[in-house]
């Protein structure tokens, strides 16, 4: 069974930084898809990145616009740990983050249906 679990959330002045890290069990797969999105109160979650990783092409990052240039995801076998390095962080960043595995996409992995698995999320609150 698939197991994810996010950590790093916490409070941020505008223009600070926060890394979040999602520890996987039982996804060992020569192909990973994985994704960072965001939820606020009543609102349907978001994609802010998603990776595409294959065993012999390595790693292919994606991101939303609004964090272009600001977030990085990251994906390390090794430690079975996928990453999100978010700077530059603004008021609109504020949201309940969540880390997401697939077994069935294959393309265009955007939408929360896409994902099999998830974590039980981590706050991030960026407030002045």
């Known amino acids: 069974q698939v197991q994810l679990m996010e950590s790093g959330g916490g409070s941020v002045q505008p223009g600070g930084s926060l890394r979040l890290s999602c520890t996987t069990s039982g996804y060992t797969r020569s192909r990973k898809i994985m994704a960072w999105f965001r939820q606020d109160p009543g609102k349907e979650r978001r994609r802010v990145a998603n990776i595409y990783w294959d065993r012999d092409y390595g790693q292919d990052p994606r991101y939303t616009n609004s964090v272009k240039g600001r977030f990085t995801i990251s994906l390390d076998n090794t430690k079975n740990t996928l990453d999100l390095q978010m700077n530059s962080l603004r008021p609109e960043d504020t949201a309940l983050y969540f880390c997401?595995?697939?077994?069935?996409?294959?393309?265009?992995?955007?939408?929360?249906?896409?994902?099999?698995?998830w974590g039980q999320g981590t706050q991030v609150t960026v407030s002045s």
């Open positions: 997401a595995a697939s077994t069935t996409c294959n393309v265009d992995c955007t939408s929360p249906s896409d994902y099999d698995f």
